[in-house]
């Protein structure tokens, strides 16, 4: 029996998707989800809110649209959602500039928790530029021009051939904002073309999960709302920033693993090239020395007994 386990856990290993699921591991998913989705609520979340109190009321609607649509918030927890967007005379004055250049800058900590996790999964040794605050604020405003960009064909696509339209154009716009925030946060070394599949699996996740949040999502809020009163809505919004965020690992995990492959998934999406990574870039990082268990995806390296994986 131990013999028959080891040999198809020898074939399991062969697959890719066994080796995206030793990746996720080793850059410890739950531990980085959880991570993103309280940064997501505590500084992204809040940051919307005070940006979007000084943009042009057309262009607020549009990001309204596409949060409120995206969180698959109903009822009073969309009607709360939508009056702390509404008071934007209120937020401006007491926000004021300078108020507004200190959220951008605290909410960059989410995109350096974010950068983090491509810079692993990646297997990337820091370099200059990481962690600049200029880089956030860039990555920000991305996400927000994302955001109206969706909230305006949604406003504009209607019907049964609108709404086919829309989730297409969703996942082509989303594969778009993760392709570009797998190169800007990996500081621009690693190619274009190997970066695709990432992009494209995490635009095609994360408009899953956010169509799925529709359906049980507004169960959610009511149910902790009649629990916990406000703070259930707060609970509620960090369970789907947790499910948001592990769409992002798996899509920042699946790209190294299938433009890293041996076989002809890894050389087309190369395009028979040997490196993934641009001229003159610094080598990658080496694997991690030790097995990795169900045990390091909740647990950072500083937590873990055996010292760092990689």
């Not at 996720?24 to 980085?32: G, N, S």
């Not at 800007?184 to 635009?203: E, H, K, N, Y």
Request: aromatic share 10%.
């Amino acid at each position: 029996m131990r013999e028959r386990i080891e040999a198809l856990r020898t074939r399991l290993e062969r697959l890719l998707l066994w080796r995206v699921w030793e990746r996720m591991l080793e850059v410890e998913f739950v531990d980085r989800s959880v991570a993103l989705a309280g940064k997501a609520f505590v500084s992204f979340f809040p940051l919307v809110i005070v940006v979007a109190a000084f943009v042009p009321e057309r262009l607020r609607r549009s990001i309204i649209t596409t949060l409120t649509s995206r969180l698959g918030l109903r009822g009073e927890a969309l009607s709360s959602v939508r009056d702390a967007f509404a008071s934007s005379d209120d937020v401006r004055k007491a926000t004021g500039i300078f108020g507004l250049v200190l959220t951008i800058f605290f909410a960059t900590s989410f995109t350096t928790a974010l950068q983090r996790v491509y810079l692993r999964a990646w297997r990337r040794p820091p370099e200059g530029g990481t962690g600049a605050y200029w880089r956030g604020a860039v990555w920000l405003l991305a996400v927000l021009a994302y955001m109206a960009l969706l909230g305006a064909f949604r406003s504009i696509l209607d019907g049964a051939a609108g709404i086919a339209a829309f989730v297409v154009v969703t996942v082509v716009v989303s594969a778009g904002l993760w392709g570009f925030s797998a190169w800007f946060l990996l500081l621009g070394r690693v190619r274009v073309r190997v970066l695709i599949p990432s992009a494209v699996i995490t635009g095609i996740a994360m408009t899953g999960f956010a169509a799925s949040a529709t359906i049980w999502m507004p169960t959610m809020v009511s149910d902790n709302e009649a629990q916990f009163g406000v703070f259930g809505i707060a609970m509620s919004l960090v369970t789907w920033f947790s499910g948001a965020a592990i769409c992002i690992l798996v899509g920042a995990c699946a790209g190294p693993v299938f433009a890293e492959d041996v076989g002809p998934v890894g050389s087309f999406i190369r395009g028979g090239d040997e490196s993934v990574l641009v001229a003159g870039a610094s080598p990658a990082l080496p694997p991690p020395t030790r097995s990795l268990s169900l045990r390091d995806a909740f647990q950072s390296e500083e937590e873990q007994p055996h010292g760092p994986t990689t």
